[in-house]
């Protein structure tokens, strides 16, 4: 129940970026977005586009780059954005790895710490795929076959 505490420990940010000041309905918002977010990501029927749900990570990047570090959102509910997020790697069409994820109330990762460490971990995840010579799917699941995992 992390999002939950991250909602409580920001509701400032909440109040400030979304105006929303009731932190129980900030929860039911939180869990019924992270519900259907799951659904999308979950769904094995071949005609899935996860390519329509993962956006670069970088609003102004304009084309594909190597690894690109991605976010998905969910859908949001009523009045307001989502403010849930997915981080992940892309390989290639609708293939991506998950780093993390978190509960973004601010413009920018960089202004909180939880949001903060999380784009550090995608950083590093994409480092050691590049470092290990893994740029496509299929490196990565040799990289997977040595580890063993």
Known sequence: MMGIAIIANNKEDLADYFK????????????????????LILDVNPDVDLDLIFRPLENHRASEMLLGKEKA???GVRRHASWL??????????AYLITGGAIKLTGTM?????????????????NMLIGEGVTDLDGFSDLVETMQI
């Open 20 to 39: 929303i000041t009731d932190l129980n309905q900030a929860i039911y918002y939180t869990m019924s977005d992270a519900a259907e977010l799951e659904c």
């Open 73 to 75: 959102k969910g859908k």
């Open 85 to 94: 997020r997915l981080y992940a790697i892309r390989f290639q069409k609708n």
């Open 110 to 126: 960089q202004e909180r710490e939880h949001t903060l460490e999380e784009l550090r971990r995608l950083e590093m995840v994409r």
